[in-house]
């Protein structure tokens, strides 16, 4: 009975809270304003980002401020509702945790790469304080690789990052510290699943990471072919070691000479023969608009908790994305006509 009632809770609370959604037009109305204060004065007083926002300057709001608080509703938002699932959701939390882990090392390490680390700053989420075992004042003064490693020193990432120390003349692999992260993310999440779901649901999570793995695998394999000119070899060494593409169909990708041996290759797989009819103007917008077009469709249609949980929580991330391009394309002045044809949400929105 608890089982079952938590399950009712968890379908509504999903349906009720992607209810609260940005729009097509909130999305116009954000591409109009002029200025980063513009658009936090614009989320705070007509959107359900008015209670995180509440309290700031906005007339001396920072770029990476503002980001960090959207981010923070994103956070606050998918953990609330996995309290609501009692099954998994406690699992998913973790998962949520580290997944913001990851992603904070990753920022503190291109503000290194770039010789700004003191921009990391401006960024740095303090609400997540409460929940990381990392040192994120440690992270956030962090001027070196050994200060990050301080950082993290009490966390399963110091292993996964010590053996990426930089050496004198050789500049930091950050594709291959991506790499190494995402794979210690992924296996969690994977272990999750299968140990902690079953039966359709399981069936379900799996289709969506796998699919979502194999079209972020594709698009890496492109860039790395299209601007690196990167051999097989490298290629493969940089992938996720996840998804269903894998053996004669990953051999046959890599070994593409045109992009349109590659689009033939994809097309044989599922996550190809359905995902690239999706509209996109740059491969990148590929994972992030399957993000979003598979977490509406589950939203809507699917009758399993943990699967429209995590629905939402893709469906947030494709929201936060869009909005940071908005941020940051309205800060370099990019024309607002190149900024609203990257955007997932907006485009899929206005076509209903």
Not at 73 to 101: A, M, N, P, T
Not at 167 to 174: A, C, E, F, N, T
Not at 238 to 267: V, Y
Not at 308 to 321: G, K, P, R
């Amino acid at each position: 009975m608890l089982s079952t009632l938590s399950s009712n809770v968890v379908l509504s609370k999903a349906r009720a809270m992607y209810g609260r959604r940005l729009t097509g037009k909130n999305y116009r109305e954000l591409l109009a304003c002029q200025s980063v204060p513009e658009i936090a004065h614009y989320l705070r007083a007509n959107t359900d980002y008015a209670p995180i926002l509440a309290g700031i300057s906005e007339s001396e709001i920072h770029r990476g401020e503002l980001e960090a608080r959207l981010k923070q509703k994103q956070f606050e938002d998918s953990s609330q509702l996995c309290r609501y699932e009692l099954s998994v959701g406690e699992h998913f939390s973790e998962y949520l945790i580290e997944r913001s882990e990851v992603e904070q090392i990753l920022h503190c390490l291109m503000f290194l790469s770039a010789g700004t680390p003191e921009e990391y700053l401006f960024s740095l989420p303090e609400f997540l304080n409460k929940h990381t075992r990392i040192n994120l004042y440690s992270l956030g003064h962090s001027k070196t690789f050994e200060d990050l490693l301080g950082a993290v020193s009490s966390t399963p990432y110091y292993k996964l990052l010590e053996p990426f120390r930089p050496v004198q003349g050789i500049p930091l692999d950050y594709t291959a510290v991506e790499n190494a992260l995402y794979t210690y993310l992924y296996t969690h999440l994977f272990d999750i699943i299968n140990h902690y779901t079953r039966g359709e649901t399981q069936k379900q999570l799996l289709h969506m990471f796998r699919s979502y793995i194999d079209l972020y695998n594709y698009v890496r394999i492109i860039r790395l072919k299209a601007f690196y000119h990167s051999g097989p070899d490298f290629i493969r060494s940089t992938l996720f070691p996840f998804g269903n593409i894998q053996g004669h169909h990953l051999d046959e990708l890599l070994g593409a000479e045109t992009k349109e041996e590659m689009l033939a290759a994809l097309e044989k797989t599922h996550a190809g023969r359905y995902y690239l009819k999706i509209e996109r103007s740059f491969p990148d917008q590929i994972p992030v608009r399957f993000q979003y077009l598979t977490g509406r469709r589950n939203i809507h249609f699917s009758t399993h908790p943990p699967v429209v949980m995590l629905s939402y929580i893709f469906l947030l991330q494709a929201e936060m994305q869009d909005l940071i391009s908005i941020i940051e394309g309205i800060r370099y002045r990019i024309p607002t006509d190149r900024i609203s044809k990257i955007l997932t949400v907006l485009n899929f929105e206005e076509k209903g």
